[in-house]
């Protein structure tokens, strides 16, 4: 049997390989075309096509990624920037795109990885940092994001998670002025808005908590009953009366019954020195109940507040044999609390 030479099969090789090449290139030159065409799905096809002819071929790859992310086909995305970086462990414009993924599909730790890589690009900072935050890793979070921000002042996204980073330790006065800033920044979040409304009501400006709460509901918050409830208490606690009396019955019509709220809003009036008012609330939860000593003890105070100390006293007194829990009270009360 004749042999075929080894130059011969070295060069049917090469003819083959450079065959392959160029079927790969046309597929691919002719995917920017329908790309170009606005014809994604077709595009798609073809780079695969170029896939198959050059199984390494990088840009085909990453051609891809992008096509199939601008169709939302984000797991086919997420496959092509994969295998660019299997092929280029330091592409940066793979490496940028896949945090970027996997911070949106909530995989904080591959994300954070990928960052760490992804030497030079813009914001990879920022989603580490960001990464931080939704691992409760707020110390981190703070240090990542006022680094990144003190080169890029105006993004309103990381300005913020910065404010909730405080905000979730607890550190409300270090949280309001980069919520005031992040509004600034994008004027249409609502949330954000809300947020800072409650903020201030938890440091008791309740005045600049009725601004924000407002503001809120201008640009189209939820008007749900704890947003009422939380605004009307804001207008009583600022010495707006009548216009946090109108939100709360507003919300008694609703819930007529609701004695924790009637309940609120008598010791809100008295905290507020309008002691009629709060009377007339404990006497509407009495009428509820003739043995809510809570109620009771309310309006004994009320009526030593008005003068009449010996009637408000005996009220007390009564209010603690129905509830003996409110002699805790009374005794915090003669200590000064």
């Given amino acids: 049997m004749k042999k075929t030479p080894i130059a011969a099969v070295l060069l049917l090789a090469c003819v083959n390989l450079f065959a392959q090449q160029d079927s790969a290139q046309f597929y691919f030159q002719k995917a920017i075309e329908q790309k170009t065409a606005k014809q994604l799905l077709v595009a798609s096809k073809s780079l ?14 990453l051609e891809n990624a992008y096509i199939n992310l601008e169709m939302r086909k984000v797991d086919n995305a997420l496959n092509n920037f994969n295998k660019v970086l299997e092929l280029e462990p330091t592409n940066t414009a793979a490496a940028k795109e896949l945090m970027e993924i996997y911070y949106n599909y909530h995989q904080y730790a591959k994300a954070k990885e990928l960052a760490s890589k992804c030497i030079g690009c813009f914001n990879a900072e920022k989603i580490i940092a960001m ?45 309001v002025p980069y919520y005031n800033k992040a509004i600034l920044l994008n004027t249409d979040k609502n949330a954000w808005i809300y947020e800072l409304g409650m903020i201030y009501y938890t440091l008791t400006d309740y005045k600049n908590a009725v601004v924000f709460f407002n503001k809120a509901a201008e640009k189209g918050y939820p008007q749900k009953s704890d947003f009422v409830e939380n605004l ?7 010495g707006q009366f009548d216009e946090g009396e109108k939100m709360l019955l507003g919300l008694l019509e609703k819930k007529p019954d609701n004695k924790e709220l009637l309940r609120d809003i008598a010791e809100a009036y008295y905290n507020g020195k309008l002691y009629d008012k709060s009377l007339g609330y404990c006497q509407k939860l009495m009428e509820m109940d003739m043995k809510d000593g809570k109620a009771l003890y309310q309006a004994g105070l009320c009526f030593q507040k008005m003068g009449q100390k010996d009637k408000g006293q005996g009220m007390c007194d009564k209010a603690i044999e129905l509830d003996p829990s409110l002699n805790g009270l009374r005794q915090k009360q003669m200590n000064g609390f």
């Fill in 48 to 61: 695969d096509k170029a896939i198959q002819f050059n199984n390494k071929f990088k840009e085909a790859y």
């Fill in 232 to 238: 009307g208490y804001a207008y009583i606690y600022s």
């Fill in 131 to 175: 990464c931080n935050y939704q691992e409760e890793d707020y110390g981190n979070a703070v240090k990542g994001l006022l680094s990144f921000l003190a080169k890029n002042p105006t993004d309103a996204e990381a300005t913020y998670t910065l404010a909730r980073s405080y905000l979730d330790m607890e550190q409300f006065k270090n949280a």
